[in-house]
T-cell receptor
Framework: GQSLEQPSEVTAVEGAIVQINCTYQ??????LSWYQQHDGGAPTFLSY????GLEETGRFSSFLSRSDSYGYLLLQELQMKDSASYFC???????????FGKGTMLLVSP | SQTIHQWPATLVQPVGSPLSLECTVE??????LYWYRQAAGRGLQLLFY??????ISSEVPQNLSASRPQDRQFILSSKKLLLSDSGFYLC????????????FGPGTRLTVL
Protein backbone atom coordinates (compact mmCIF):
# COMPACT_ATOMS: atom_id res chain seq x y z
CA GLY A 1 0.00 0.00 0.00
CA GLN A 2 0.84 3.66 -0.07
CA SER A 3 1.08 6.19 2.76
CA LEU A 4 2.05 9.84 2.58
CA GLU A 5 2.81 12.28 5.38
CA GLN A 6 2.62 16.05 5.10
CA PRO A 7 2.04 18.77 7.72
CA SER A 8 -1.59 19.61 8.32
CA GLU A 9 -1.08 23.38 8.39
CA VAL A 10 1.58 25.96 7.55
CA THR A 11 1.38 29.71 8.07
CA ALA A 12 3.44 32.45 6.42
CA VAL A 13 3.31 36.13 5.50
CA GLU A 14 3.07 37.76 2.12
CA GLY A 15 6.37 37.90 0.25
CA ALA A 16 7.90 35.08 2.27
CA ILE A 17 9.08 31.63 1.14
CA VAL A 18 7.45 28.46 2.44
CA GLN A 19 8.34 24.79 2.04
CA ILE A 20 5.77 21.99 2.33
CA ASN A 21 7.32 18.60 2.93
CA CYS A 22 6.01 15.20 1.92
CA THR A 23 7.38 11.81 2.90
CA TYR A 24 6.02 8.61 1.45
CA GLN A 25 6.09 4.86 1.89
CA UNK A 26 5.04 2.93 -1.17
CA UNK A 27 5.12 -0.55 -2.61
CA UNK A 28 5.80 0.89 -6.06
CA UNK A 29 6.80 4.41 -7.01
CA UNK A 30 7.04 6.27 -10.28
CA UNK A 31 6.74 9.90 -9.31
CA LEU A 32 5.45 12.60 -7.00
CA SER A 33 2.81 15.14 -8.00
CA TRP A 34 1.58 18.28 -6.29
CA TYR A 35 -1.92 19.78 -6.43
CA GLN A 36 -3.45 22.99 -5.14
CA GLN A 37 -7.04 23.26 -3.94
CA HIS A 38 -8.72 26.49 -2.93
CA ASP A 39 -11.54 26.27 -0.43
CA GLY A 40 -14.67 24.95 -2.12
CA GLY A 41 -12.91 24.39 -5.44
CA ALA A 42 -11.44 21.50 -7.37
CA PRO A 43 -7.77 20.50 -7.17
CA THR A 44 -5.46 21.80 -9.88
CA PHE A 45 -2.18 20.23 -10.95
CA LEU A 46 0.98 22.13 -10.01
CA SER A 47 3.99 19.96 -10.74
CA TYR A 48 5.43 16.48 -11.15
CA UNK A 49 8.80 14.97 -10.27
CA UNK A 50 9.69 11.65 -11.87
CA UNK A 51 13.42 12.02 -11.30
CA UNK A 52 15.50 13.30 -8.41
CA GLY A 53 16.07 17.02 -8.32
CA LEU A 54 14.30 20.32 -8.58
CA GLU A 55 11.57 21.29 -11.04
CA GLU A 56 10.79 25.00 -11.29
CA THR A 57 7.58 26.57 -12.57
CA GLY A 58 7.43 30.28 -11.93
CA ARG A 59 7.13 30.99 -8.21
CA PHE A 60 6.65 27.30 -7.44
CA SER A 61 9.34 24.62 -7.33
CA SER A 62 9.16 20.96 -6.42
CA PHE A 63 11.93 18.66 -5.29
CA LEU A 64 12.27 14.89 -5.09
CA SER A 65 14.77 12.57 -3.44
CA ARG A 66 13.87 8.97 -4.28
CA SER A 67 16.54 7.55 -1.96
CA ASP A 68 15.01 9.44 0.99
CA SER A 69 11.37 8.89 -0.10
CA TYR A 70 10.96 12.61 0.33
CA GLY A 71 9.82 15.60 -1.62
CA TYR A 72 8.81 19.17 -1.07
CA LEU A 73 6.93 22.02 -2.69
CA LEU A 74 8.58 25.43 -2.42
CA LEU A 75 6.48 28.55 -2.85
CA GLN A 76 8.29 31.85 -3.24
CA GLU A 77 7.10 35.46 -3.07
CA LEU A 78 3.94 34.34 -1.34
CA GLN A 79 0.71 36.09 -2.24
CA MET A 80 -2.62 36.09 -0.47
CA LYS A 81 -4.09 34.04 -3.31
CA ASP A 82 -1.67 31.21 -2.44
CA SER A 83 -3.77 30.47 0.65
CA ALA A 84 -5.09 27.01 -0.18
CA SER A 85 -4.59 23.34 0.56
CA TYR A 86 -1.67 21.59 -1.09
CA PHE A 87 -1.61 17.85 -1.70
CA CYS A 88 1.27 15.58 -2.59
CA UNK A 89 0.37 12.44 -4.50
CA UNK A 90 2.24 9.30 -5.48
CA UNK A 91 1.79 7.65 -8.86
CA UNK A 92 1.52 3.90 -8.48
CA UNK A 93 3.60 1.31 -10.25
CA UNK A 94 0.88 0.67 -12.84
CA UNK A 95 0.77 4.35 -13.84
CA UNK A 96 -3.00 4.19 -13.44
CA UNK A 97 -3.76 5.87 -10.13
CA UNK A 98 -2.59 8.47 -7.66
CA UNK A 99 -2.63 8.15 -3.89
CA PHE A 100 -3.05 11.55 -2.26
CA GLY A 101 -1.74 12.80 1.05
CA LYS A 102 -4.17 14.38 3.49
CA GLY A 103 -3.15 17.88 2.44
CA THR A 104 -1.44 20.89 3.97
CA MET A 105 -3.46 24.02 4.53
CA LEU A 106 -1.35 27.10 3.80
CA LEU A 107 -2.49 30.35 5.38
CA VAL A 108 -0.86 33.51 4.03
CA SER A 109 -1.32 36.64 6.11
CA PRO A 110 -0.62 40.28 5.20
CA SER B 1 -7.87 21.77 -23.93
CA GLN B 2 -9.83 19.37 -21.79
CA THR B 3 -13.12 20.28 -20.18
CA ILE B 4 -14.92 18.24 -17.52
CA HIS B 5 -18.62 18.71 -16.83
CA GLN B 6 -20.24 17.54 -13.62
CA TRP B 7 -23.75 18.12 -12.45
CA PRO B 8 -25.43 19.02 -10.28
CA ALA B 9 -23.12 21.30 -8.31
CA THR B 10 -24.94 20.56 -5.06
CA LEU B 11 -27.35 17.82 -4.08
CA VAL B 12 -29.29 17.00 -0.92
CA GLN B 13 -30.68 13.47 -0.75
CA PRO B 14 -32.43 11.45 1.97
CA VAL B 15 -30.88 8.29 3.37
CA GLY B 16 -31.91 5.27 1.34
CA SER B 17 -32.51 7.18 -1.88
CA PRO B 18 -30.71 6.36 -5.16
CA LEU B 19 -27.93 8.43 -6.65
CA SER B 20 -26.65 9.06 -10.14
CA LEU B 21 -23.83 11.52 -10.82
CA GLU B 22 -22.67 12.07 -14.36
CA CYS B 23 -19.33 13.25 -15.62
CA THR B 24 -18.69 14.10 -19.26
CA VAL B 25 -15.43 15.25 -20.77
CA GLU B 26 -14.51 17.16 -23.91
CA UNK B 27 -11.32 17.91 -25.78
CA UNK B 28 -9.70 14.52 -25.28
CA UNK B 29 -9.95 10.93 -26.46
CA UNK B 30 -9.53 7.67 -24.55
CA UNK B 31 -8.71 9.34 -21.24
CA UNK B 32 -8.34 7.58 -17.92
CA LEU B 33 -11.30 8.66 -15.79
CA TYR B 34 -11.52 8.78 -12.00
CA TRP B 35 -14.13 9.29 -9.29
CA TYR B 36 -12.89 10.71 -5.98
CA ARG B 37 -14.69 11.57 -2.77
CA GLN B 38 -13.47 14.22 -0.36
CA ALA B 39 -14.92 14.55 3.13
CA ALA B 40 -14.89 18.03 4.68
CA GLY B 41 -11.33 19.10 5.46
CA ARG B 42 -9.90 15.79 4.32
CA GLY B 43 -7.87 14.32 1.50
CA LEU B 44 -9.01 12.75 -1.74
CA GLN B 45 -10.19 9.16 -1.65
CA LEU B 46 -10.12 7.33 -4.97
CA LEU B 47 -13.38 5.43 -5.48
CA PHE B 48 -13.20 4.14 -9.07
CA TYR B 49 -11.09 4.51 -12.14
CA UNK B 50 -11.51 3.49 -15.74
CA UNK B 51 -8.96 3.04 -18.50
CA UNK B 52 -11.57 2.49 -21.22
CA UNK B 53 -15.22 1.90 -22.11
CA UNK B 54 -16.77 -0.71 -19.85
CA UNK B 55 -13.56 -1.07 -17.79
CA ILE B 56 -14.03 -0.16 -14.14
CA SER B 57 -11.67 -0.73 -11.22
CA SER B 58 -12.92 -0.26 -7.68
CA GLU B 59 -10.57 0.95 -5.00
CA VAL B 60 -12.82 0.89 -1.96
CA PRO B 61 -15.63 -1.58 -1.16
CA GLN B 62 -18.84 0.38 -0.65
CA ASN B 63 -22.42 0.76 -1.75
CA LEU B 64 -21.38 2.79 -4.79
CA SER B 65 -20.85 1.62 -8.37
CA ALA B 66 -19.51 3.20 -11.52
CA SER B 67 -20.01 2.73 -15.23
CA ARG B 68 -18.40 4.05 -18.39
CA PRO B 69 -20.89 3.57 -21.22
CA GLN B 70 -19.04 5.91 -23.60
CA ASP B 71 -15.44 7.04 -23.95
CA ARG B 72 -16.18 10.47 -22.51
CA GLN B 73 -18.87 9.59 -19.97
CA PHE B 74 -18.39 8.30 -16.43
CA ILE B 75 -21.29 7.68 -14.09
CA LEU B 76 -21.32 7.15 -10.33
CA SER B 77 -24.36 5.44 -8.85
CA SER B 78 -25.84 4.13 -5.66
CA LYS B 79 -29.05 2.19 -5.06
CA LYS B 80 -29.38 3.32 -1.44
CA LEU B 81 -27.45 6.23 0.01
CA LEU B 82 -25.95 6.15 3.50
CA LEU B 83 -25.17 9.10 5.75
CA SER B 84 -21.49 8.33 5.27
CA ASP B 85 -21.84 8.93 1.53
CA SER B 86 -21.94 12.69 2.12
CA GLY B 87 -18.98 14.51 0.62
CA PHE B 88 -17.52 16.33 -2.33
CA TYR B 89 -17.47 14.08 -5.40
CA LEU B 90 -14.88 14.88 -8.02
CA CYS B 91 -14.45 13.48 -11.49
CA UNK B 92 -10.97 13.65 -13.00
CA UNK B 93 -9.19 12.63 -16.16
CA UNK B 94 -5.65 11.92 -17.20
CA UNK B 95 -4.16 11.37 -20.64
CA UNK B 96 -1.54 9.19 -22.22
CA UNK B 97 -2.22 6.31 -19.84
CA UNK B 98 -0.49 8.16 -17.02
CA UNK B 99 -2.00 9.22 -13.70
CA UNK B 100 0.52 11.84 -12.60
CA UNK B 101 -1.22 14.87 -14.12
CA UNK B 102 -4.96 14.83 -13.55
CA UNK B 103 -7.54 17.43 -14.49
CA PHE B 104 -10.50 17.76 -12.17
CA GLY B 105 -14.10 18.70 -12.79
CA PRO B 106 -15.94 21.28 -10.64
CA GLY B 107 -17.36 18.59 -8.35
CA THR B 108 -20.72 17.78 -6.79
CA ARG B 109 -21.29 18.50 -3.12
CA LEU B 110 -23.60 15.77 -1.78
CA THR B 111 -25.35 15.94 1.56
CA VAL B 112 -27.23 12.86 2.73
CA LEU B 113 -29.77 13.57 5.47
Amino acid sequence: GQSLEQPSEVTAVEGAIVQINCTYQTSGFYGLSWYQQHDGGAPTFLSYNGLDGLEETGRFSSFLSRSDSYGYLLLQELQMKDSASYFCAVEDSGYSTLTFGKGTMLLVSP
Amino acid sequence: SQTIHQWPATLVQPVGSPLSLECTVEGTSNPNLYWYRQAAGRGLQLLFYSVGIGQISSEVPQNLSASRPQDRQFILSSKKLLLSDSGFYLCALSEGGRANEQFFGPGTRLTVL
